[in-house]
T-cell receptor, first 114, second 114 residues
């Protein structure tokens, strides 16, 4: 079965500090992995994705994520957090071989403290 | 501009009424999806459609119905059989039913039962 786990419901970080939002996944085949951000009462905005190749992927707004196959993880990172990064973040996975569905985590609420 | 348009943004439903949520895309995408979002539960798939005149149930299809008569349109009807319809509903699309493309999301419809 395909699934995504975001173990932290809430992450707080001081402005200017590095941030990490954690994601682990489970798929039967090889994964496509995605990160999205959601602001209140809005749809999801795409940040970045891992398809194949380099394990470190860079995306919008200075975010990056590292694919770790052995740990089945895809943690989202940013070197220096901004107050405007405060939002809800979702990790998603799609099975490369069978995937016609996206499986989403339950989301992590990020608060950047000025 | 290309994108996905959901309407209305807010919708109020009386007990026992059916309501229809609109989703239109001008991205020429083949696949479309409906998700329900509840606090702390992430996104749960209601229905998806890989091609015109075809759709499949997702994880929580009971009490919902869809149609896909045109490529650009994928309306969702919340029927009176859905016991707890109050939620945020998100429509999404991808260029193909499978593969590494990210999903593109609309801005959502917030449905409230009054």
């Amino acid at each position: 079965a395909q699934s995504v786990a975001q173990p932290e419901d809430q992450v707080n970080v001081a402005e200017g500090n590095p941030l990490t939002v954690k994601c682990t996944y489970s798929v039967s085949g090889n994964p496509y992995l995605f990160w999205y951000v959601q602001y209140p009462n809005r749809g999801l905005q795409f940040l970045l994705k891992y398809i194949t190749g380099d394990n470190l992927v860079k995306g919008s707004y200075g975010f990056e994520a590292e694919f770790n196959k052995s740990q089945t993880s895809f943690h989202l990172k940013k070197p220096s957090a901004l107050v405007s990064d405060s939002a809800l973040y979702f990790c998603a996975v799609r099975d490369m071989n069978t995937g016609n569905q996206f499986y989403f985590g339950t989301g992590t609420s990020l608060t950047v403290i000025p | 501009d290309g994108g996905i348009t959901q309407s209305p943004k807010y919708l109020f439903r009386k007990e026992g009424q059916n309501v229809t949520l609109s989703c239109e895309q001008n991205l020429n995408h083949d696949a479309m999806y409906w998700y329900r979002q509840d606090p702390g539960q992430g996104l749960r798939l209601i229905y998806y459609s890989q091609i015109v005149n075809d759709f499949q149930k997702g994880d929580i299809a009971e009490g919902y119905s869809v149609s896909r008569e045109k490529k650009e349109s994928f309306p969702l009807t919340v029927t009176s059989a859905q016991k707890n319809p109050t939620a945020f509903y998100l429509c999404a699309s991808t260029p193909q039913p499978r593969g590494g493309s990210e999903a593109f999301f609309g801005q959502g419809t917030r449905l409230t039962v009054v």
